[in-house]
């Protein structure tokens, strides 16, 4: 759902095997200023009739961001809200996040914006695998669609093997990345948490740079910032968790 109260879904046409992504108003109907006006749009006509999933999006100004896969390798993919693709972002609205880093396989959960002053990046979440374990990093993107080099080391902050990141929160009052998830060592979850600043280093205020694990067994689903502490709340199988951490 965006801002306005409109709904973006998307449809399997089984007869012939295309993708439809429709908007709604916020009284059901579709949105027929969206698409050939009849309110949606075959996403395989931008993607050369291949395997394409949308996962999650934001918004900014007339754009919809989105996360996705692109014959099972991950991509972002920006769409004006009238459904046509976002020229200048990618390759005609497409950008394949293995030309910019070759290895990933993921990009999780919706693009989240950051604004400081007239600087926008898209920040995301991104995950790879070595032979031992899974890497997961933040990474920052320009609305054209390249790293931002200015942003940790080269664009991406990858975090320690063993780090699973959940989510992230951007906190404009403190300007920090709250970074949440678990760390998973030797068959056992532990909640975790670690801040970045908006440049993409590690806060040093917060725990000296470094992650703080919780001692009990789960993972953190959500953590934000509010009056100064962190908030969020957690699980472990069917226990429910929560916590403010100043």
Do not use: C
């Not at 740079?209 to 689903?221: C, K, S, T, Y």
Request: hydrophobic content about 35%; cysteine-free.
């Amino acid at each position: 759902e965006d801002a306005e109260g409109h709904i973006l879904l998307t449809m399997i046409d089984r007869t012939q095997g295309f993708t439809h992504l429709w908007k709604l108003k916020p009284n059901g109907k579709p949105d027929t200023d969206f698409g050939s006006n009849n309110g949606y749009i075959i996403l395989n006509n931008f993607f050369n009739f291949k395997d394409i999933t949308l996962y999650q999006f934001t918004t900014y100004k007339n754009d919809y961001i989105f996360s996705g896969s692109l014959e099972n390798a991950p991509i972002l993919f920006v769409l004006t809200h009238e459904g046509v693709p976002r020229q200048s972002f990618g390759k005609l609205g497409i950008l394949k996040m293995q030309d910019l880093i070759p290895d990933l396989r993921y990009v999780i959960g919706a693009p989240k914006m950051l604004e400081v002053g007239e600087k926008v990046r898209i920040i995301i979440y991104t995950r790879y695998f070595n032979d031992s374990s899974s890497i997961n990093g933040i990474a920052a993107l320009t609305l054209s669609g390249a790293l931002d080099q200015r942003f940790a080391d080269n664009g991406v902050y990858w975090s320690k093997p063993g780090i699973i990141i959940y989510d992230f929160t951007l906190n404009n009052a403190s300007q920090r990345i709250t970074v949440h998830g678990q760390v998973w060592s030797e068959g056992t979850s532990t909640p975790m948490i670690y801040r970045l600043d908006y440049t993409g280093k590690p806060a040093k205020e917060f725990n000296e740079g470094r992650v703080v694990l919780f001692p009990i067994e789960g993972a953190w689903d959500y953590m934000t910032e509010a009056d100064g502490k962190l908030v969020g709340y957690g699980s472990f199988f069917d226990r429910g968790m929560a916590v403010r951490y100043r």
